[in-house]
């Protein structure tokens, strides 16, 4: 059973990939058949990835590799394979499963687009290319799988193509990712000149294991470095975090999936896949390529968080928040907590993918607003959206007890607490844990308490842009006479609660194999037997994040409590919040720098074709038409009269063939295809 | 079924085939632009299958020439789409029966 799994471990992808290609050839009126093909095949895929998720269950350290040769290429054979570990296998299972749970909840989302044969296409597509990166054995498999899904995430981003903001968000995600690819690109070329070897694991041969990492040497800083910028791109870590937030411009499902659960822990998951050559050559566990992932967290981590405390938009918060979080995560790498910061992944791909759907269901709910200053009071009007989002925000926040995200961030910020290289990573994450409990309290007060700021929805209409979802006749309701017709606020349907409330259920019971007390999950990634010892439950960390957190939070509803719809920050400090709020001027930075340098040398360019090649081409033209006027003039007064005559029937037989040159280029190509048949007939018959 | 020369030589040409009325067909240059990409594409299949058969598989000779064709190829497409956009720009169409300046 568990070699045909390990065989077959193509299937996981190819079943969501095949169910997108049939249904991308679907036509909208097969709508419900192309939701249920993408949402069986995706279920395949968790069944799938349980049964290869079990036989990882056996014994730790499980590994098992299938390659094979691709093809050659003179005397080079390169060769391809995918492989089942601990780490595949449980990115395998959360994957299909929060991206099970999003499928259905899009179902009632997207009800009203027109599109939505097109959307589960390119969902599922998604979810493919996704699986395809995890489960590669192969540098130059994950490399291909991840560009699948940078195009999955350009397609998704710019799902609304009628919006020029969406398609201006597109746009920008794929070109900052690719600046990134470039350096993971050369990096994997790298990594072949020295090792020979594209394969992670071939029985002692592999690039990273044995003789194939000492060939390696001292150049794997260098690769390293190469390939993390790869991983800056995807994952949203600074300076290439601007597309992240700009992402938001598509539906909110698709944030959910790709922009916080999955995608932009591609990132992460690839350093910790090829975290030997990271490791390589590591004294007390630091490398210079490590320092380097750990810097970039930081900055990154309380960057975000700061930013996030100034944003209005509901969507963009938790945009901000999953930038902070995968910065987190990068920390955890980089000071040597692989499981701990592959551990804050999974967790994070439950509670970030049930905050974003609940962050869908409300502004489903609302009629596509997403200003929090306009929500407020939707604790009545929404129980289960309100209870589940609660359930998020504690987890993001990093409350321990029953909730996942806690004890992952302790343990993270336990590893990061005995970092050789310096303590200021550990104490600006705990200013980090305070800001995220701060900006979580902030958000659910904008949006549950108080009072409804804006009772009738009546502006939301304005901002009503798209999916006739919105438009649902029963959401209608007539006001008195004279009055316009006004929207109200209403609890999403089933299809979309159900999902919340599996993964709030997800993100609460994945807790019992986190803690210090059974660190089975942390274990089982390491390749060890896990202990139960619940001494270990008591740590002085615990003590600290939880006094962090609960001031975090306290603080935060002692500011924020009587929220109206100026922010008291802002009224605070307005200076300092308006520099948050236009997002630390990333964007007007890198606007003035990288892209005007760009648009100059454009310009030069031009200026450089349209004057000097130009006028290389207008000075040969000019001579040819002074020698042309020159041999014009010796006909006109030498040789004329006498070849007129001669020329009339020429002339007539001309105006005969310029009928043939009708000026169409395809009339012209087909008379050359027809010529090359007639030759083709011509050589045969004639041998 | 083994993979023959016969094979490769029919798919290409059926490959060529298409991409040729794809180009002789369409009104719009985009999509006679795709129809030349597909008859290069089935000349590249050719390159390689011939390679392939031929008495010297080792030496790589038909990959080179494929690849660089592919390079060109790339190019071409960059300069044929920047034609249309310069086109569309200057007549307000991609239309190619309403683009008969060539007329002689």
């Known amino acids: 059973m568990s070699s045909w799994i390990v065989s077959n471990l193509w299937l996981i992808p190819a079943v969501p990939l095949a169910a997108s290609l049939v249904v991308l050839s679907l036509t909208n009126s097969a709508r419900s058949i192309s939701v249920w093909l993408a949402i069986v095949g995706q279920i395949v895929a968790f069944v799938l990835a349980i049964t290869a998720f079990l036989p990882t269950l056996q014994m730790p350290g499980f590994r098992a590799v299938h390659n094979f040769t691709w093809f050659t290429f003179g005397d080079q054979a390169l060769r391809i394979g995918w492989m089942l570990d601990p780490l595949a296998a449980a990115m395998m299972v959360m994957i299909t499963l929060v991206g099970l749970c999003i499928f259905v909840f899009s179902v009632g989302y997207m009800a009203g687009d027109k599109n939505i044969t097109r959307f589960f296409a390119y969902l599922s597509f998604f979810s493919g290319a996704m699986l395809g990166v995890v489960i590669s054995n192969s540098l130059l498999l994950l490399f291909v799988s991840w560009e699948l899904v940078g195009l999955a995430s350009y397609l998704l981003i710019g799902f609304w193509i009628d919006r020029p903001s969406a398609a201006a968000a597109a746009k920008k995600a794929f070109i900052t990712t690719r600046i990134g690819d470039l350096g993971f690109f050369l990096g994997m070329l790298w990594l072949y000149h020295n090792s020979g070897t594209l394969l992670f694991y071939d029985q002692g041969r592999g690039c990273l294991e044995g003789t194939g990492l000492l060939a390696i040497g001292a150049s794997a800083t260098f690769i390293a470095l190469l390939i993390f910028c790869g991983a800056v791109g995807k994952s949203g870590q600074f300076p290439l975090h601007v597309w992240l937030p700009d992402a938001m411009e598509g539906p909110t499902p698709v944030s959910a999936l790709i922009h916080a659960a999955t995608m932009v822990a591609a990132g992460v998951f690839l350093i910790a896949r090829v975290y030997s050559l990271f490791s390589l050559g590591a004294v007390n566990g630091v490398t210079p390529s490590l320092t380097v992932v750990v810097s970039v967290g930081v900055v990154t981590a309380l960057m975000a968080s700061l930013i996030a405390l100034a944003q209005f938009d509901i969507k963009r918060i938790l945009a901000y928040s999953t930038v902070s979080q995968l910065g987190l995560m990068m920390v955890s790498l980089g000071v040597g907590g692989v499981a701990a910061g592959i551990m804050h992944l999974i967790a994070h791909g439950f509670f970030k993918a049930l905050l974003f759907l609940g962050a869908g269901s409300v502004i489903h709910g609302l009629h596509h607003e997403q200003d929090i200053r306009k929500m407020g009071g939707l604790r009545w009007i929404m129980p289960v959206t309100f209870l589940t989002y609660a359930v998020g925000m504690m987890n993001l926040s990093g409350v321990p007890f029953f909730f996942s995200g806690g004890w992952t961030k302790e343990e993270i910020l336990h590893r990061s607490a005995h970092w050789p290289v310096s303590p200021l990573p550990h104490y600006l994450m705990l200013a980090g844990v305070i800001l995220t409990a701060l900006y979580m309290t902030r958000q659910m007060i904008y949006i549950f308490f108080g009072s409804a700021r804006n009772t009738d929805f009546q502006s939301v209409r304005s901002a009503e842009f798209h999916s006739a979802a919105a438009a649902t006749t029963r959401d209608i309701s007539v006001g008195r006479k004279g009055q316009r017709p006004v929207f109200r606020a209403h609890e999403s349907p089933r299809v979309m609660t159900m999902p919340l409330i599996v993964l709030a259920l997800c993100s609460i019971l994945f807790f019992l194999v986190l803690t210090p007390a059974w660190p089975w999950l942390h274990a089982y990634l390491n390749g060890e037997p896990a202990h139960v010892d619940f001494g270990l439950l008591i740590q002085p960390m615990l003590f600290l994040s939880l006094a962090l957190v609960a001031g975090g939070i306290g603080f935060g509803w002692l500011i924020y409590r009587n929220v109206t719809e100026s922010d008291p920050l802002a009224r605070a400090q307005p200076g300092v919040f308006r520099f948050l709020e236009n997002k630390m001027w990333f964007d007007e930075i890198y606007e003035h720098t990288v892209i005007a340098l760009s648009r100059m040398l454009s310009r030069k360019a031009d200026w450089l074709d349209r004057y000097f090649w130009d006028g290389l081409v207008r000075l040969f033209a000019g001579l040819g038409q002074a020698f042309g006027a020159l041999s014009k003039g010796f006909d006109d007064h030498g040789i004329n009269a006498g070849v007129d005559e001669t020329t009339a029937g020429t002339r007539g037989f001309g105006r005969l063939i310029a009928a043939a040159h009708s000026g169409q280029i395809q009339a012209y190509l087909a008379a050359i295809a027809i010529g090359m048949l007639l030759l083709l007939v011509l050589y045969a018959w004639l041998g | ?104």
């Open chain 2, 1 to 104: 079924m083994t993979p023959t020369l016969q094979l490769f030589l029919i798919i290409s040409t059926a490959l060529f085939s298409i991409g040729l009325l794809a180009a002789l067909s369409r009104r719009h240059a985009i999509f006679i632009l795709i129809g030349i990409e597909l008859m290069l594409a089935a000349a590249n299949l050719n390159f390689i299958a011939f390679w392939r058969f031929s008495p010297e598989p080792h030496q790589p000779t038909g990959v080179l020439v494929a690849i660089f064709s592919i390079a060109i190829a790339a190019a071409e497409a960059a300069v044929g789409l920047a034609l249309v956009i310069a086109i569309y720009r200057h007549y307000r169409t991609t239309n190619v029966d309403q683009l008969d300046q060539l007329k002689g």
